[in-house]
């Protein structure tokens, strides 16, 4: 059995958030999976189903995001599971909007939901990051996760998440790579024009500017051997 959570805040003032993708991301799969409906348990709401041939355990911790770990231990606690049977879906202010990485272990990256799970299951577990942008100072992080993402950032969150939840399964097999790669195509594929070759064509030869071509190169006009201006040279450079 394995347990997939998504981090989060409860509550419809929160829903929407940055924060909450997490929650998103599990509510995503539960539909596109026709896991069972929600119901409480664990300090928190579950739904059960059916991934890549494995028993997975949805769950959203309805401690409030600082404590999510008091919750998805107490699940794991429970079936007699450890951290590597965990795969937790989350913000990331570190990865840029739509950007999706995987890792195992590491540090919470001053993620309160990580650390909180850090201090109750270790940090073994695997952790899908969810990329949601970075404010630019550190001042406004706070307000950036806790604001409800753009109406324009729903243009790739709702691919993102559809493309989550379709290869779930390939998470529930550890094949962790090849759901990278189906992630970043949707992304591609629904949002970036395509073609054979998409770089941009090669700058043309810059052209000779018109003030060039309208004067083109004369012959040196020949230095006077004598009269006037022949003397006068002959005097400035001390010639005879």
């Known amino acids: 059995m394995l347990v997939f959570a998504g981090l989060g805040n409860p509550g419809a003032k929160y829903q929407n958030?940055?924060?909450?993708?997490?929650?998103?991301a599990a509510d995503?799969?539960?539909?596109?999976?026709?896991?069972s409906p929600w119901s409480k348990k664990f300090q928190g709401i579950i739904a059960e189903g059916t991934l890549g041939g494995e028993k997975v355990l949805l769950i959203k911790p309805q401690t409030f995001m600082n404590l999510s770990g008091q919750s998805v231990g107490e699940a794991l606690r429970f079936y007699k599971l450890d951290a590597a049977a965990l795969t937790?879906?989350?913000?990331?202010?570190?990865?840029?909007?739509?950007?999706?990485?995987?890792?195992?272990?590491?540090?919470?990256?001053g993620h309160n939901g990580i650390r909180s799970l850090d201090q109750h299951?270790?940090?073994?577990?695997?952790r899908v990051r969810i990329g949601v942008g970075h404010p630019g100072v550190k001042e406004m992080v706070h307000g950036h996760v806790l604001g409800d993402f753009a109406k324009a950032?729903?243009?790739?969150?709702?691919?993102?998440?559809d493309a989550i939840a379709d290869d779930a399964g390939l998470l529930a097999?550890?094949?962790?790579?090849?759901?990278?790669?189906?992630?970043?195509?949707?992304?591609?594929d629904k949002l970036v024009p395509t073609g054979?070759?998409?770089?941009?064509?090669?700058?043309?030869?810059?052209?000779?500017?018109?003030?060039?071509?309208?004067?083109?190169?004369?012959?040196?006009?020949?230095?006077?051997?004598?009269?006037?201006?022949?003397?006068?040279?002959?005097?400035?450079?001390?010639k005879d």
């Open 88 to 109: 937790v879906f989350y913000d990331e202010i570190d990865l840029a909007a739509g950007k999706v990485r995987i890792k195992v272990g590491g540090g919470s990256g």
């Open 28 to 35: 995503a799969i539960a539909r596109r999976h026709s896991f």
């Open 196 to 238: 054979d070759d998409d770089r941009p064509p090669p700058k043309a030869p810059k052209a000779q500017s018109h003030i060039r071509q309208a004067r083109p190169q004369q012959a040196p006009k020949k230095v006077p051997e004598s009269g006037p201006m022949a003397a006068m040279l002959k005097k400035l450079f001390g």
């Open 121 to 126: 299951v270790g940090n073994a577990y695997r």
């Open 173 to 188: 097999k550890g094949d962790d790579s090849s759901f990278m790669n189906r992630v970043t195509l949707a992304l591609r």
């Open 153 to 161: 950032d729903r243009e790739w969150l709702d691919v993102l998440l």
């Open 17 to 24: 958030n940055r924060h909450n993708v997490g929650f998103m």
